[in-house]
C-alpha cells in the first residue's frame, strides 16, 4: 500500500522574525502587524538603518545632518536620502542634539 505525505501550513503559522528568523505568533498592534519577535530585534533593526545611513553621511552624522539641514534640505527629504522613516530620523536628530532655532533678524 502506498502512502502519500502532504506538507501544508495552517492559517495560524507563524511569522518569522525579520531579523532572527524566531517563528512567532504575529499581532496586530500600532495599525500594522508585528514584524519582530521581540523589542531587541526592532530596535536592532533600526539601528541597522542607522548603520546604513552612515555610508551616506560618512562617520560624522551630525555634521553631515547640520551641513545639509543648514544649506536648506528638508527632513523629509534627508529621510528618503538616507533610507529611513521621518519618525526614526527625528528620533536620531533629537538623540544627536540637532534642534531646529528659528531666528527673526
Ligand atoms: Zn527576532
Redesign the pocket.
Known amino acids: 500500500m502506498a502512502t502519500a505525505t502532504i506538507w501544508t501550513i495552517n492559517a495560524e503559522t507563524p511569522r518569522l522574525?525579520?531579523?532572527?528568523?524566531?517563528p512567532?505568533p504575529p499581532r496586530h498592534h500600532h495599525g500594522h502587524w508585528q514584524r519582530?519577535?521581540?523589542q531587541?530585534?526592532a530596535q536592532?533593526d533600526r539601528f541597522k538603518k542607522r548603520r546604513a545611513a552612515l555610508a551616506v553621511t560618512g562617520p560624522d552624522p551630525k555634521a553631515w545632518m547640520l551641513a545639509h539641514l543648514n544649506r536648506g534640505m528638508t527632513r523629509e527629504a534627508m529621510a528618503g536620502l538616507l533610507g529611513m522613516q521621518k519618525a526614526a530620523l527625528y528620533a536620531w536628530q533629537k538623540q544627536l542634539g540637532i534642534r531646529k532655532i528659528v531666528r527673526y533678524e
Open positions: 522574525c525579520l531579523v532572527c528568523a524566531t512567532f519582530y519577535c521581540s531587541a530585534c536592532g
